[in-house]
């Protein structure tokens, strides 16, 4: 969804556009999206791998002091702020572009992802998009880049995996690009064990994959017999790296559409040694899409906190509790822009503390009234709010 900052993310600076407003006249017009730099796209028919060559916000109307728990706070969360309105027209909504109206399917889309033919994150983007021309890249901020540049349509990139935990890389990438959430899609990472041909278990003495792949497979590798390790990039392109090389005492751990492409065998299959290991990827666009409420969405959004009273954060995540919108995901990350803070003159010598960004998934759309109405709140505590995305949530199976 719409960068709810100015169109780059000079930390702190004067903002023209809060949160809410950015989706205050959301059902009569389209939607507001950054501004984005672009080049003329690129024809890439053979898909190459691609390598890598705001703030202040404003206090909501008839918003005043307010008393939880006896605390007093010269900003609370309140359940009726009303919305800011729209007062320059530079700032209003554009129309959609014609990429937004291109078939669920993928139809004609190019769809970028890291790491070579046949890694997860491909098949990720496979379901994402059936009939996508998928464009492998060499690192997560070249697909970003991709996607600003025109070169692809869309990007499919993970976020986060039930065993490794959040892919922290990608979160700070979507805070540094100007681009936008449009969906989500989970998918069942399952390990194999491959080799060359004609190589058995027993000639094994040592496997390559991506570390999150090794760690994920650390118990049952051990249990095979295989003692070493050799960390790479890729899960794919460890097949790729040892099928090259012709070796004959080294397997790798990647999926089977790697063992197929590279022409492996598979000597043993779901070797994780947690069954369910499932991935979550994010769907990333140029525009946004409009949001609905007839079905379920989930809204991602990011906001740091500048001024640390106590239980500043608690008041900040009240704003939604108090419209009874549920959080599925809080992640923090260090304020890069601002990386500390210093503690109130309570001690002799002043105490700096590490200062963060918080990354929040919302179960709700902002089509709904309620949910802008909790951002436009939210900036009673925040320097900046930003809205990554408001999306349909993913309802497949695994």
Request: with cysteine; net charge negative; charged share 20%.
């Amino acid at each position: 969804m719409a960068s709810m900052t100015a169109p780059r993310l000079p930390f702190l600076a004067a903002r023209t556009c809060s949160a809410a407003a950015a989706f205050s006249s959301l059902s009569s017009s389209p939607l507001q999206c950054c501004p984005v730099k672009r080049t003329s796209a690129t024809n890439t028919n053979s898909a190459p791998l691609l390598s890598a060559s705001r703030p202040g916000a404003p206090a909501a109307d008839g918003v005043g002091s307010a008393d939880l728990n006896r605390l007093r706070a010269s900003a609370m969360p309140v359940a009726d702020s009303p919305l800011p309105t729209y007062t320059d027209p530079h700032e209003l909504p554009r129309p959609l572009t014609g990429a937004d109206l291109m078939e669920s399917g993928g139809e004609g889309l190019k769809v970028a992802y890291q790491g070579f033919p046949g890694a997860y994150s491909e098949s990720a983007a496979k379901k994402a998009y059936p009939h996508c021309q998928t464009v492998p890249c060499e690192h997560f901020d070249t697909a970003f880049q991709a996607v600003e540049n025109c070169t692809v349509d869309r990007a499919v990139l993970p976020l986060e995996n039930t065993l490794g935990g959040s892919i922290h890389r990608n979160y700070d990438l979507l805070l540094r690009h100007e681009l936008h959430i449009v969906g989500d899609v989970r998918h069942a990472v399952r390990h194999c064990l491959l080799a060359n041909r004609g190589v058995k278990i027993g000639d094994l003495r040592s496997v390559m994959s991506h570390p999150q792949a090794l760690a994920q497979c650390e118990h049952t590798l051990t249990e095979l017999g295989i003692e070493q390790r050799q960390a790479v990039d890729d899960t794919a392109g460890a097949a790729k790296l040892f099928t090259e090389q012709m070796l004959q005492d080294t397997g790798a751990v990647a999926s089977s559409l790697a063992a197929e492409l590279y022409g492996l065998d598979i000597l043993a299959e779901n070797i994780q040694d947690e069954k369910e290991n499932v991935t979550r990827f994010m769907m990333l666009a140029r525009e946004p899409i409009v949001p609905q409420v007839d079905k379920p969405f989930k809204t991602s959004i990011v906001f740091p906190l500048e001024d640390w009273k106590p239980a500043q954060l608690l008041k900040a995540l009240a704003v939604f509790a108090l419209r009874d919108i549920n959080l599925t995901k809080i992640e923090s990350r260090p304020h890069k822009k601002r990386p500390f803070r210093v503690a109130d003159d309570t001690f002799s010598t002043p105490v700096k503390y590490f200062n963060y960004l918080f990354y929040v998934d919302l179960e709700a759309s902002m089509a709904d009234p309620k949910t802008r109405k909790a951002l436009g709140n939210l900036e009673e505590f925040a320097p900046f709010v930003r809205v990554l995305g408001s999306y349909p949530t993913d309802v497949s199976e695994v």
